[in-house]
């Protein structure tokens, strides 16, 4: 099965279907997501990207982020990727959306209508090698530092949602 991406309108309606990596190299604005998932002490989950990967590979960003499929919701696209990519699942809650485009030294583009998802879970977590290289829980005070000391480490949109005061305020609820 080939991965393809929901192409968007800035309104987030759709306008077609594309292969996912087809996109990235026009730059297409497409759906994505992500999810940040908080344990009891309310640190948040976040992942190494595996070096592999088409871009941003290696470095630290939330909980999980992918696309939803032509033809899924948000929500069961993140719930899906949930078990796929780090082992586990749990209620999620949408709380924004937003858009950006940030370009990559390989030529590639995200260019992203990207729903912010987020949940608790305090249980066993079991990555995909082939998605994470690492994870660690952190509170999101301690993070907010690291990224400002370290913004190379981490993921152009991961550092936009952290550092972005409105979505930040919601991820505390």
Known sequence: MSDNVVLVNKN???IGVAEKLQAHEDGKLHRAFSIFVFNDK???LIQKRNSAKYHSGGLWSNTVCSHPRPGE???AAAHRRLKEEIGFDCPLKKIACFIYKASFENGLTEHEYDC????KYD???QPDPEEIEDSNWIPVSNLQKEIKSHPEKYTFWFKKIVLDSSILSQLAN
Do not use: H, P
């Open 42 to 44: 309310d640190e948040l």
């Open 73 to 75: 919701r948000y929500l």
């Open 12 to 14: 987030n309606r759709k």
């Open 123 to 125: 249980g066993n977590i």
């Open 116 to 119: 912010v998802f987020v949940g």
